[in-house]
């Protein structure tokens, strides 16, 4: 099985993508900043071992 981490989990890429991924019996990690979740704190870094693919979809929108 693969695991694969995606970001950007809230949109409607990353939704689509994630319940695909599930159908493929993939693993998949999700970082959400809905959830205050920082990729740089040890306790959310250390989750993340043995990531095989990473697809990166989180945007900043409706910045000025």
């Known amino acids: 099985m693969k695991n694969v981490l995606v970001t950007g989990s809230e949109g409607f890429i990353g939704k689509n993508l ?15 900043h809905h959830k205050k979740e920082n990729i740089l704190e040890p306790q959310v870094f250390s989750k993340l071992k043995n990531i095989d693919t990473v697809f990166h979809l989180a945007a900043v929108v409706g910045y000025k």
């Open 18 to 32: 994630i319940q695909k991924l599930k159908q493929l019996n993939y693993k998949v990690f999700i970082l959400n």
